[in-house]
């Protein structure tokens, strides 16, 4: 009778360990799922942002960029960086600045600040009127072209047409800078004080 009934207990704890080693395979399974079908939604995620000055929302989907939210980005990153005023200069540029990855920060605020420096140094105004903007998505750099004119007092000093380049990356569905240049291979070197200015004449 003590036999058969450690039989039966045996063959019960057998039974329960299969339905537990079995329940225990099964929500590692759907776990696995479930990660890999959220790793997937993730790449395909949709960010619904609306730029400064843009009233209506547009989104960045994976690494593609929505056209309306690249011409209004690049618009106002154009206007903090290109057109400003001995006064408005430096302020201009911390509200640039915010928009700068992380990893290119430290050169880009030393880049900016040194210039706000020689804007004050010489009072240059400068005014960037742009015309065109061509976005290059497999490399992220966008060229912006336009006329540049720059005057010491009442006097102009620049007058000619000028392209900018903007690197930049999607984090978190998220636009960031990476540098910003006069030329496709230099780094950040957003404009220059003309030599006469520099002279001090």
């Not at 102009?156 to 990476?178: A, C, P, Q, S």
């Amino acid at each position: 009778m003590k036999l058969s009934n450690y039989l039966n207990d045996k063959a019960k704890h057998k039974g329960e360990n299969r339905l537990l080693k079995f329940t225990i395979l099964v929500i590692g399974i759907v776990t696995l799922l479930n990660t890999g079908i959220m790793l997937k939604a993730l790449s395909y995620q949709r960010v619904v942002i609306v730029p400064p000055g843009l009233q209506e929302k547009t989104t960045i989907q994976g690494n593609k960029l929505d056209e309306i939210y690249v011409s209004t980005f690049v618009r106002y990153i154009s206007s903090l960086a290109f057109s400003y005023t001995p006064a408005t200069a430096r302020r201009q540029f911390d509200e640039l600045l915010l928009h700068f990855d992380p990893t290119a920060y430290p050169r880009g605020k030393t880049t900016f600040y040194n210039l706000a420096e020689k804007i004050a140094d010489t009072q240059v105004t400068q005014v960037f009127y742009l015309n065109k903007i061509t976005v290059n998505t497999e490399t992220k750099k966008i060229e912006i072209e336009g006329t540049r004119r720059q005057y010491i007092d009442d006097r102009k000093v620049e007058d000619g047409k000028k392209n900018y380049y903007i690197d930049y990356t999607i984090l978190n569905g998220r636009f960031y800078i990476m540098a910003i240049a006069e030329s496709a291979a230099e780094g950040v070197s957003p404009g220059h004080i003309p030599e006469e200015a520099q002279k001090g004449k």
